[in-house]
């Protein structure tokens, strides 16, 4: 696949799930960071907009190992979907630097799963797994293979050829999760998947994405409003200060692999870590929201 074609892929698909190979002039390739797929150093974005400038991001520091599970916290409009889209290439940073570690000597690709409602109505489930591979030019036969094999990995094989309005939001998502890794990406960028499930549903979807991780392993970057998740899932947790988002704190998530859910919650260091990450979301939250009335009020 040419980068051209790469770029192509990422811009028809922006506001859903996206597979893009990630460079630009920010975004360089070093083997001098080969221990990480990504490593940011004082990342930071500021959007001008119509009343001034916004710093979204500043100072962002951190590495993400090959194959780890990251799950980055912070109060709402901390700036973790910025940092997300600009891992995704989607977006450049506009102070320090972003840089990949290479993969089989290339720079690694990515794939971007948003919350609801990102699969085209249009097409069966069988042809949303397949949509990147179409533009990717596989073979139909092989597409058809390919996404046969990714609805069984999620659980909907018997469902190929129903449409998104025929299943439940939980089974849509898990559509968005097979499609995004039928392209095979390297990392895989999550903003809030499960934000929209029913929590009998977020729960099972998160074993199942722990087994999916586990068999495949992608570097995963997931962001969640959810403590428990984020404990469930995290090899390591990022918690984002409030606005211009930085790394507050990072945790190291002890539970031993494979994970299910009964096992973490009635771990005694699961309501101890629980409460340390609180202590600290608590008062970026309240930062966050102090600053969100000192601007209602200006
Ligand atoms: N394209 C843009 N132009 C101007 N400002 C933007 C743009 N995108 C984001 N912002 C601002 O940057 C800040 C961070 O936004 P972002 O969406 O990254 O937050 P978030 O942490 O993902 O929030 P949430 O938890 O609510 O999803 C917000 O103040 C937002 O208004
Ligand atoms: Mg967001």
Not at 96 to 105: A, Q, T
Not at 150 to 156: A, D, E, Q
Not at 249 to 262: I, L
Not at 264 to 293: C, G, H, Y
């Amino acid at each position: 696949m040419t980068r051209s074609n790469e770029w192509k892929i990422a811009s028809t698909h922006m506001t859903d799930s996206t597979l893009s190979r990630v460079g630009s002039s920010t975004a360089t390739t070093s083997r001098a960071h080969h221990d990480a797929i990504v490593s940011a150093t004082r990342v930071g974005k500021r959007f001008e907009t119509p009343r001034g400038p916004v710093d979204a991001v500043e100072n962002v520091t951190l590495s993400f190992a090959p194959g780890s599970f990251n799950v980055i916290v912070g109060p709402s409009g901390c700036g973790k979907s910025t940092l997300l889209r600009m891992i995704a290439g989607l977006d450049t940073p506009t102070s320090g630097e972003l840089v990949f570690g290479d993969v089989d000597g290339k720079s690694p690709t990515n794939a971007l799963v948003f919350q609801g409602r990102s699969l085209f109505p249009w097409l069966n489930l069988r042809q949303n797994v397949a949509y990147g591979l179409r533009l990717q030019k596989l073979p139909r036969l092989d597409r058809n293979d390919r996404a046969d094999e990714l609805l069984h990995l999620v659980g909907l094989r018997a469902f190929g050829r129903s449409y998104p309005h025929q299943v439940s939001e939980g089974m849509r998502q898990r559509v968005a999760i097979a499609r995004s890794l039928a392209v095979d990406p390297d990392i895989l960028l999550m903003d809030e998947p499960f934000g929209a499930l029913d929590e009998q549903t977020r729960l099972l979807l998160q074993e199942e994405l722990l087994r999916i991780w586990e068999q495949t392993g992608k570097t995963v970057v997931f962001v969640t409003h959810s403590l428990d998740e984020a404990l469930m899932l995290a090899d390591t947790i990022y918690v984002m200060s409030a606005q211009p988002g930085a790394i507050r704190t990072v945790f190291e998530v002890p539970f031993a692999r494979p994970r299910e859910f009964t096992s973490v919650r009635s771990d005694p260091k699961f309501a101890e870590l629980f409460t340390r990450t609180w202590d600290i979301l608590r008062t970026e939250v309240n930062a966050a929201r102090a600053q969100q009335e000192q601007e209602i009020a200006g």
